[in-house]
């Protein structure tokens, strides 16, 4: 597998900051997701971050909302900006590890509470 | 795009007992289903995953069926132990693109 080390763990926030999530991994991986998991929900997709270029983001989902930086291979950001507390949740960081035949793994998550 | 829907979202069974879980996918062109098991505040943790060349596969207690032609697929855990007790995910994903996620499964072994 690989460690995926993300940051911050939790975070309490004002209505209409911005927070920037921060995913480093430590394999060579092929793909870098970002997911969101609402209180007892699935994970829902919110864009795969593409390296030196424009995430792709889902339906529902924008980058004036949720900017994407994948500066290389093992990096990337997210950023939740203006929030609202609707975007209360659960950020995972999720990879493709090329040497696991290109398995999903997920970082340990960001618990964001919007006040 | 892909839509993945699980069934059931509870389920309760004594300890030793086994636990089915089942899974529906719409695209044919997903090749790749994983399960996730996820505890109460950690991560989702890959525990057993099928391609779609193969139509079971086993790893001790757990096993995962894949059916094709009826794009379904289902997760088998046998003798359940209190640890089992989790939220369960399946997915579906075309290898090297997006992955899926079904609602989800919260599991109770009863001990």
């Known amino acids: 597998s690989a460690v995926i080390s993300q940051k911050p763990s939790r975070d309490i926030c004002q209505r209409g900051t911005s927070l920037t999530i921060q995913c480093q991994v430590d394999s060579q991986v092929t793909m870098m997701f970002w997911y969101r998991q609402q209180p007892g929900q699935s994970l829902t997709l919110i864009a795969t971050?593409?390296?030196?270029?424009?995430?792709?983001?889902e339906s529902g989902f924008v980058i004036d909302k949720f900017p994407i930086s994948r500066p290389n291979l093992t990096f990337s950001t997210l950023t939740v900006s203006n929030m609202s507390p609707e975007d209360s949740s659960i950020y995972l960081c999720s990879v493709e590890v090329a040497s696991t035949n290109e398995k999903l793994f997920f970082g340990s998550g960001t618990q964001l509470s919007v006040l | 795009g892909e839509n993945v829907e699980q069934h059931p979202s509870t389920l309760s069974v004594q300890e030793g007992d086994s636990a089915v879980i089942k899974c529906t996918y719409s695209?044919?062109?997903?090749?790749?289903f994983p399960w996730y098991k996820q505890e109460l505040g950690k991560r989702p943790q890959l525990i057993i995953d099928i391609r779609s060349n193969v139509g079971e596969k086993k790893d001790q207690r757990i096993a995962v069926t894949l059916n094709k032609t009826a794009k379904h697929f289902s997760l088998h855990i046998t003798e359940t132990q209190p640890e089992d007790s989790a939220v369960y995910f399946c997915?579906?994903?075309?290898?090297?693109?997006?992955?899926?996620f079904g609602t989800g499964t919260s599991l109770t072994v009863i001990p």
């Open positions: 695209d044919s062109a997903s090749n790749y």
């Open positions: 997915a579906a994903s075309n290898t090297g693109n997006q992955f899926y």
């Open positions: 971050a593409n390296q030196g270029s424009e995430a792709t983001y």
